[in-house]
């Protein structure tokens, strides 16, 4: 708990890091975005990534994601892994993954485990090998060391020390990881969106040498790449049974702003798209959307909003709402509250959405 810069609130629960409370953020963004754009360049100084995108004359362009980046020699854009140099673009190039990877044994701790194949068994048995769980086998879980968000509650934040490393596994070898165990591909991080080119190879190349084996290519996501590559992640999982989950940090674009450092247009534009096609394979479901629930900012009201949106595209896709941790620039905020996310949990049903979850349960407070 603590007093909200802007309207002197006390007892209001907010990060002091961020200083002011929701109600502000969505009310008087623009007065106080300078003071909490300045929150967000101190987050990223230690690693030294650009405090905006660049958008220089006459530089390189990137157009992997919303930023549309052009970058002068040398420069690097505002995920820091695509660099300028002599001409060309360095970083997220198909042969060059900047990445780590594992072996992590179904069912797991995956934001679909509540509809996906590998934990449910749906879709049993063109795209899963069990009618439940996979016991025995496991998804290729890959970590993208880059991305183009700024979450100042983000739970993996220490990926930012290796996102200026270079490139080290190409797509040959982490498509060679996927052995006769592995059931499943999944690209996170970070985010997959800045080596987006490389986990589409992988994938392609992963696939082909799976011959006849379930193979399916899963995508944990923010949704902010560019549209042109919405169709090749669809293709990817609808043919091979796996799916796309878009993180919705927030509906309220100040508040997204706020904990993000961005806007969440291309997110929604996105998931818009992609809730147009999916509706050509329902089991199991291709598109699935989560939150995590933020305590004194992705409140009822967030969620509200998040869920009617859904719900007007396809009140049959999939939600799961998520506990927060403590972590980053937020680890001054509590876990998230029982109270709170039954509120949301409830204001998601009432918007429509027929599969609402609660995911990292066991955090409730």
Not at 57 to 85: D, F, N, T, V
Not at 286 to 308: F, H, M
Request: glycine share 10%.
């Amino acid at each position: 708990m603590g007093t909200c810069l802007q309207c002197n609130t006390r007892n209001v629960l907010i990060s002091d890091r961020m200083g002011f409370c929701a109600e502000c953020i969505r009310r008087d963004f623009s007065g106080i975005w300078p003071r909490i754009k300045k929150v967000h360049d101190e987050s990223r100084k230690p690693y030294n990534l650009p405090l905006q995108a660049p958008h220089t004359p006459g530089g390189i362009s990137c157009g992997l994601c919303m930023h549309e980046c052009r970058m002068g020699e040398g420069e690097a854009g505002y995920c820091g892994l695509r660099k300028a140099r002599q001409g060309r673009i360095e970083g997220g190039r198909p042969h060059e993954g900047n990445l780590s990877f594992m072996h992590d044994p179904l069912p797991t701790n995956c934001v679909a485990d509540f509809v996906c194949p590998g934990g449910t068994g749906r879709g049993y048995p063109e795209y899963a090998y069990m009618q439940g769980p996979e016991r025995g086998y496991c998804n290729l879980a890959v970590f993208y060391r880059a991305c183009g968000f700024n979450c100042l509650y983000c739970q993996n934040h220490h990926f930012k020390l290796y996102t200026a490393s270079p490139g080290r596994i190409s797509s040959k070898q982490l498509a060679a990881a996927a052995d006769s165990r592995t059931s499943c591909i999944c690209y996170f991080g970070g985010d997959p969106g800045p080596q987006i080119l490389h986990a589409i190879k992988t994938s392609s190349l992963a696939r082909k040498q799976a011959g006849d084996r379930i193979m399916r290519i899963c995508w944990e996501t923010n949704g902010s790449m560019n549209a042109g590559f919405l169709r090749r992640m669809y293709d990817l999982s609808l043919d091979s049974g796996g799916c796309i989950k878009f993180d919705l940090k927030a509906w309220t674009e100040s508040v997204h702003y706020a904990l993000c450092g961005v806007s969440n247009q291309r997110t929604l534009e996105n998931f818009s798209i992609l809730a147009g096609w999916a509706g050509a394979r329902k089991n199991p479901p291709l598109l699935i959307a989560s939150t995590l629930l933020v305590p004194g900012y992705v409140d009822r009201e967030e969620i509200s909003g998040l869920a009617k949106f859904i719900s007007s595209l396809d009140p049959d896709i999939p939600y799961s709402l998520l506990a927060f941790y403590p972590s980053f620039v937020l680890r001054d905020l509590p876990v998230t509250g029982r109270s709170q996310a039954e509120r949301c949990l409830e204001a998601a049903r009432r918007a429509g959405l027929k599969h609402v979850h609660l995911g990292n349960e066991h955090l409730l407070r």
